[in-house]
């Protein structure tokens, strides 16, 4: 067997690697005889051995190189594919249920509160209102009746008398006119005060009682 034999039988031997591959190999077998030289071609023929025992280890060397990427692939592939996953409806619903014996009587005492409050202040204005109204009017009444009493004292000195009596009954008709205009703007305005005060008592008594009523038919 020559070389040109042996490669031929090589190359026979190599085919079912790839074409680069097996290129690669028969250039790399060309070589080694080229460097040999003509002289020493059967000594090469006789180190190297049978073409089929080169083409054997060429692709037992290939199929090792090809098999580390294969199997990171498949390792790759066999990772488990982990999900991340949100809360479950059925907690969402039992800490609903859990919070609603607690956010009822919250909410609703939150909502006396703030009811509680808003009459307090109505009943503070108020407050401050009536004792506006009552104290102005009764001090000039009795701020003229006092010094029209005291007119009659100083009868002594006519014009001190006079005097002191005019200013007693124009106290007291001051008294007398502030306390009929605070009664008229006590007819027209404490009414719809009154109606709106009660209005709002109302319409938060109503929501409370409709949101008590939706949240007990909630959990029956």
Not at 67 to 96: C, E, F, I, M, Y
Not at 183 to 198: D, E, W
């Amino acid at each position: 067997m020559n070389r040109n034999e042996y490669m031929a039988a090589l190359r026979r031997a190599l085919s079912v690697l790839p074409e680069e591959e097996r290129a690669s190999a028969l250039r790399y077998y060309e070589e080694y005889f080229d460097d040999a030289g003509p002289e020493n071609e059967q000594r090469v023929i006789a180190d190297l051995g049978a073409p089929e025992t080169v083409a054997e280890q060429i692709l037992a060397d290939y199929r090792e190189l090809t098999a580390v990427p294969q199997q990171d692939a498949g390792s790759t592939a066999a990772k488990p594919n982990h999900r991340r996953r949100g809360v479950p409806p059925w907690l969402l619903v039992v800490l609903v249920l859990l919070a609603i014996p607690v956010g009822v009587p919250l909410i609703g005492g939150l909502a006396i509160g703030a009811a509680g409050t808003v009459a307090g202040l109505l009943i503070a204005a108020v407050a401050v209102v009536l004792a506006f109204v009552v104290v102005l009017p009764l001090t000039l009444l009795v701020a003229g009746v006092a010094l029209c009493g005291f007119s009659f004292a100083l009868w002594g000195a006519p014009a001190s008398a006079v005097t002191t009596l005019g200013c007693g009954l124009a106290l007291f008709a001051l008294g007398v006119l502030v306390t009929l205009l605070i009664i008229k703007l006590c007819t027209l305005f404490v009414p719809p005060l009154v109606r709106g005060f009660v209005a709002i008592i109302r319409w938060l008594v109503d929501k409370l009682r409709g949101r008590t009523r939706s949240n007990g038919g909630g959990t029956q």
